[in-house]
């Protein structure tokens, strides 16, 4: 009876053990989940996922020297030139990143305050720009130390709206007719994407693009609806095959 008694005594602490580990094995996959998310935009996720998001926000999320809070909430991270994620493409290894072009575009007329400015200014771009917030994590006067570049941290909840984690920062294919129509570039295609075009001969030289974008009070009422200002700088063929985007502007949704 005492051999008997002994084996129920260790098959209890052993019971005991087993669902107190349990417990704190589950307070720490709990305690990785974000408490803003919500669930009833989006559903609900595994910890295994989760871990999944979680090792590769901390692969794209580079380590900052300098990290600015904007006032809609989003986080600045100042990441050494050096480190930013474009450059941890195989082929960009031991690239060059050059400060300058290596020609100077031609004089362009330059309106400050009203007036065309044609002369050859030698101020920095940031002293051109002055105290312009063209940005809204500046309006707190703060901007990324010389030498870094600032990139908006990713968080769990951008992946989220992805449709899964091997989705996450790609370019969704809508399949949009690109048709170059000089008569009529306004286009709205049958899906309600509404844009325009405009674009140059290929014997044409580009130094680059500008674009005034008004943005006003857009309503997003579902998950995948988003209302987008912006200025794309396209290379490639329309087709598909060899398309290259440089995108910048405002989104929301």
Same mark, same amino acid.
């Not at 908006?152 to 007719?177: C, I, Q, T």
């Given at each position: 009876?005492?051999?008997?008694?002994?084996?129920?005594?260790?098959?209890?602490?052993?019971? %005991?053990?087993?669902?107190?580990?349990?417990?704190?094995?589950?307070?720490?996959?709990?305690?990785?989940?974000?408490? +803003?998310?919500?669930?009833?935009?989006?559903?609900?996720?595994?910890?295994?996922?989760?871990?999944?998001?979680?090792?590769?926000?901390?692969?794209?999320?580079?380590?900052?020297?300098?990290?600015?809070?904007?006032?809609?909430?989003?986080?600045?991270?100042?990441?050494?030139?050096?480190?930013?994620?474009?450059?941890?493409?195989?082929?960009?290894?031991?690239?060059?990143?050059?400060?300058?072009?290596?020609?100077?575009?031609?004089?362009?007329?330059?309106?400050?305050?009203?007036?065309?400015?044609?002369?050859?200014?030698?101020?920095?771009?940031?002293?051109?720009?002055?105290?312009? +917030?063209?940005?809204?994590?500046?309006?707190?006067?703060?901007?990324?130390?010389?030498?870094?570049?600032?990139?908006?941290?990713?968080?769990?909840?951008?992946?989220?709206?992805?449709?899964?984690?091997?989705?996450?920062?790609?370019?969704?294919?809508?399949?949009?007719?690109?048709?170059?129509?000089?008569?009529?570039?306004?286009?709205?295609?049958?899906?309600?994407?509404?844009?325009?075009?405009?674009?140059?001969?290929?014997?044409?030289?580009?130094?680059?693009?500008?674009?005034?974008?008004?943005?006003?009070?857009?309503?997003?009422?579902?998950?995948?609806? %988003?209302?987008?200002?912006?200025?794309?700088?396209?290379?490639?063929? %329309?087709?598909?095959?060899?398309? +290259?985007?440089?995108?910048?502007?405002?989104?929301?949704?």
């Amino acid at each position: 009876m005492d051999t008997v008694g002994r084996k129920r005594q260790v098959l209890v602490l052993l019971l %005991f053990w087993s669902f107190f580990f349990l417990c704190q094995t589950s307070k720490a996959a709990a305690a990785k989940i974000p408490s +803003n998310l919500n669930y009833t935009k989006y559903r609900q996720v595994s910890n295994l996922r989760l871990e999944r998001i979680e090792r590769h926000l901390d692969k794209i999320n580079k380590p900052s020297v300098f990290t600015i809070e904007s006032p809609d909430g989003d986080i600045i991270d100042c990441v050494h030139k050096r480190k930013q994620p474009a450059l941890d493409h195989p082929l960009l290894k031991n690239h060059k990143i050059q400060k300058v072009p290596p020609e100077i575009p031609k004089l362009k007329m330059v309106k400050t305050d009203g007036v065309r400015d044609v002369s050859n200014s030698s101020k920095s771009s940031d002293e051109r720009l002055g105290a312009v +917030n063209w940005q809204l994590w500046h309006k707190n006067g703060q901007r990324c130390p010389k030498g870094t570049v600032p990139i908006r941290r990713s968080k769990v909840n951008d992946v989220l709206r992805a449709k899964s984690l091997y989705d996450f920062g790609k370019k969704k294919r809508h399949g949009l007719p690109l048709a170059r129509r000089v008569d009529a570039p306004d286009v709205v295609s049958g899906n309600g994407h509404e844009h325009a075009i405009a674009y140059t001969g290929t014997s044409q030289e580009i130094y680059g693009a500008k674009a005034t974008i008004n943005v006003w009070d857009p309503s997003i009422e579902v998950v995948n609806e %988003f209302s987008l200002s912006q200025i794309w700088v396209l290379s490639g063929s %329309f087709d598909g095959s060899d398309l +290259n985007s440089i995108e910048a502007g405002w989104q929301s949704g």
